[in-house]
């Protein structure tokens, strides 16, 4: 820890490259795909002239990002109705209104499974989206594709420029603390990247983190993933049958998302037995709902014990 470590990742960038299955000139290693989000931002989005566009319910750094920016953020809200599903004809919609006008799309954010909805984006969605978004990055995040079986749309780069897809080691590799995400890119997109974001990105901790995690043998987390997924459906079976429960959404992700019958008496119930939801009270559309995430099957257990009664 005395020395600086490489001040470009370049070498930790070669194996997240085989782990992702790109080359490696399409990979910027990050701190997180937060910052990921946070050098696209403000790379591509100029204050008070550019806008986003989310898909809420969805993560907020993409907000925080360009409200801190100075950006616009254009929603396109998606609803329950129809299963939270991305809607591109709302999307023409938001983008007629700007038609000729301020602000400038300039990145698209789809988060591909959902965090909190749990719901993949199918690939033709994607690819309109791709297709009706020309003039702007189109950024998929998939933090949470692992747990899903689907494949990265990474394998898409060959035909969109304008696709950015977001990677991390923070969800299914476990490794949240030494914050290492990716963005893989056409070069001359992560060009841009690497000349705002500061010298000695990574450090020597997450390296050497990310060294023990990929070099060798190709890692698998394939039995960890099954487990989960496993746990996943497990959980949601028994949530059904939970008085505090009112629906339990589709998820191919490593939480669920939980309609609830008192949300509040719900995350109350929940935090008695030790365990931690997250509660959307502040989220008009998920104002009845709480996201939980999947733990061990002991964990799981003390949740589905907590809310077996009312
Ligand atoms: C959808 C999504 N993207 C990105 C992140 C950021 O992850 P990290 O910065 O740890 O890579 C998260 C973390 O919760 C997330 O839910």
């Given amino acids: 820890l005395r020395w600086y470590p490489a001040p470009y990742p370049l070498a930790i960038e070669a194996q997240l490259a085989q782990l992702y299955g790109v080359s490696p000139a399409h990979v910027l290693a990050t701190r997180g795909s937060d910052e990921a989000i946070d050098l696209l931002v403000r790379a591509f989005c100029a204050a008070g002239r550019d806008a986003i566009v989310t898909f809420p319910p969805t993560f ?3 907000a925080i990002a360009a409200n ?8 396109v809200e998606t609803r329950a109705e129809t299963g939270f599903a991305l809607d591109i004809d709302r999307l023409e919609g938001v983008l007629a209104a700007q038609a ?10 789809a988060c591909s499974p959902n965090n909190p909805t749990g719901n993949l984006i199918p690939c033709e969605t994607l690819e309109r989206l791709l297709r009706r978004c020309a003039d702007a990055l189109v950024v998929i995040d998939e933090a949470y594709l692992e747990f899903a079986e689907t494949p990265s749309f990474a394998r898409r ?3 969109y420029d304008n696709l950015v897809v977001l990677r ?15 963005a893989i890119a056409h070069p001359c997109i992560l060009d841009v990247l690497r000349r705002i974001r ?19 043998e190709p890692p698998s987390i394939a039995t960890r993933l099954a487990h989960v997924r ?13 008085p505090w429960v009112k629906r339990v959404w589709p998820s191919d992700a490593n939480f669920v998302l939980v309609e609830c019958t008192d949300a509040p008496g719900a995350v109350a119930r929940a935090a008695q037995a030790q365990i931690l939801v ?7 559309a998920l104002r009845h709902h709480v996201r939980v995430s999947i733990g061990s099957p002991s964990d799981n257990d003390k949740l589905l014990a907590a809310w077996s009664r009312a």
């Fill in 68 to 75: 801190v920016q100075g950006a616009a953020v254009l929603p």
């Fill in 278 to 284: 997250r509660s959307f009270h502040d989220t008009p």
């Fill in 157 to 159: 780069l060959e035909v």
């Fill in 230 to 242: 496993a746990e996943r459906a497990r959980v949601a079976a028994a949530l059904t049958r939970s």
């Fill in 198 to 216: 500061l010298p000695y990105a990574l450090t020597s901790s997450t390296l050497a983190a990310v060294t023990a995690l990929t070099a060798g």
């Fill in 100 to 109: 000729g006008g301020a602000p400038k799309v300039k990145l698209v954010f």
């Fill in 168 to 182: 991390t080691l923070s969800k299914a590799w476990g490794l949240a603390g030494a914050r290492c995400g990716v």
């Fill in 60 to 62: 907020g750094m993409y």
